[in-house]
Structures are given as structure tokens and as C-alpha cells.
T-cell receptor
Framework: SQQGEEDPQALSIQEGENATMNCSYKTSINNLQWYRQNSGRGLVHLILIRSNEREKHSGRLRVTLDTSKKSSSLLITASRAADTASYFCATNTGGFKTIFGAGTRLFVKA | GAGVSQSPRYKVAKRGQDVALRCDPISGHVSLFWYQQALGQGPEFLTYFQNEAQLDKSGLPSDRFFAERPEGSVSTLKIQRTQQEDSAVYLC?????????????FGAGTRLSVL
């Protein structure tokens, strides 16, 4: 079973546009992380936001966290063809498990 | 290499065969995770090691799955009597700290196909 649910499942945009992906989860968390996975590769960590933070930025990435709604969003600004990948949110609830969502598949057209 | 290394990258097994998948974590990393990723899905947690201790194996699907990390570095995931539903990508990740909430560094995975 997966705690995180990403929305949309797939997203296709033009280069230069912004991409927004959402993640909802079910139980209280320590932190929430976003990872990227290129086809046939392992996951790469993008950004971590703690449960007491509301917003975080890293380059063209902006992550928000709303613990009252148990949701997070990842915004990629000025997208590039190289951003084409699957994006996963991952949560840790304090134990040893990290729970990943099913992912959003982003396709950026050049 | 500086990253997490997994071998083999691809494994084809006949149903009923045993397989062993290897993970070389980043040197010095305390935590090691195994995940199973089905096509089009996110990684599903299998098991967690802190050094050589297997602290959580709640995600292992059946007793055909066994993982070990005897010296606290290299880890092996073994699947006995493979079945078609075991076909997936098996990902290994390591983390420097002894907690599961930290950033994880992933290997490229082993794609297992059971015929």
C-alpha cells in the first residue's frame, strides 16, 4: 500500500511552461521528500520539507506543504525538456519505512 | 564509484529459480533500504538495515524473500523459487544517518524478469 497519491498521473507541457504536481498523504509525517526518476534509472532526491515548514525553494523548484490538508505540491518553473521524468513524493512517519506515491509522469515538449 | 551500485542490472530467471541481487551502498552509509518497483508504480518498501541489523522487514512479500547485510556494507536480496509476480525492478538505497527520514541515495536498480 502507498501512502502518497500524486495528481495528476501524467502531465504534458511545452518547454518554458510551469509544471505543478500534487501529493496527498494519509497520516502525520516527519517530513516529505520529492524524488525524480528518469526512465530506467534510480531515483534522485530533489527536495525535503519538514513537517514544521510550509514552503521551500531550490533553484527552479518550489515545494509547499499543508499539514492540515495532508498535501504537498511541487512546482517546476520554466520547464526544460530535460525535466521529462517521473516525480514521486515520499513520506516518513517516524519509523523505518519511507512510503512513496505512484508518481506523476511529466513530459516536456521542446 | 561514489554512488550506490547494483548488480546485475538485468536478470532473467525461469520460474522456480533462485536469484540473488547485490547492492553496494555508498561507503560509510549506515542505512540501507530495498524497494520493489512495479512498472508504472512508485517504489514499495521491502526492508531496512541499520549497519548489519535488519530493523524492519515488514515489506517483504513472502518468506521466499530474504535480505542480508552481514558486515554492514554490501547487501544481498535473495528470492527463492521465483514466480512471475516477482518480475519488477529492485532498487537499493543508502543513507548516511541511522534514521529512515533522511535523504536516500538510490542505485539504478536490477530489473528482474521471471519467465
Amino acid at each position: 500500500s502507498q501512502q502518497g497519491e500524486e495528481d495528476p498521473q501524467a502531465l504534458s507541457i511545452q518547454e518554458g511552461e510551469n509544471a505543478t504536481m500534487n501529493c496527498s498523504y494519509k497520516t502525520s509525517i516527519n517530513n516529505l521528500q520529492w524524488y525524480r526518476q528518469n526512465s530506467g534509472r534510480g531515483l534522485v532526491h530533489l527536495i525535503l520539507i519538514r513537517s514544521n515548514e510550509r514552503e521551500k525553494h531550490s533553484g527552479r523548484l518550489r515545494v509547499t506543504l499543508d499539514t492540515s490538508k495532508k498535501s504537498s505540491s511541487l512546482l517546476i518553473t520554466a520547464s526544460r525538456a530535460a525535466d521529462t521524468a517521473s516525480y514521486f513524493c515520499a513520506t516518513n512517519t517516524g519509523g523505518f519505512k519511507t512510503i512513496f506515491g505512484a508518481g506523476t509522469r511529466l513530459f516536456v515538449k521542446a | 564509484g561514489a554512488g550506490v551500485s547494483q548488480s546485475p542490472r538485468y536478470k532473467v530467471a525461469k520460474r522456480g529459480q533462485d536469484v540473488a541481487l547485490r547492492c553496494d551502498p555508498i561507503s560509510g552509509h549506515v542505512s540501507l533500504f530495498w524497494y520493489q518497483q512495479a512498472l508504472g508504480q512508485g517504489p514499495e518498501f521491502l526492508t531496512y538495515f541499520q549497519n548489519e541489523a535488519q530493523l524492519d522487514k515488514s515489506g517483504l512479500p513472502s518468506d521466499r524473500f530474504f535480505a542480508e547485510r552481514p558486515e554492514g556494507s554490501v547487501s544481498t536480496l535473495k528470492i527463492q523459487r521465483t514466480q512471475q509476480e516477482d518480475s519488477a525492478v529492485y532498487l537499493c538505497a543508502s543513507s548516511p544517518g541511522g534514521q529512515a527520514k533522511n535523504i536516500q541515495y538510490f542505485g539504478a536498480g536490477t530489473r528482474l524478469s521471471v519467465l
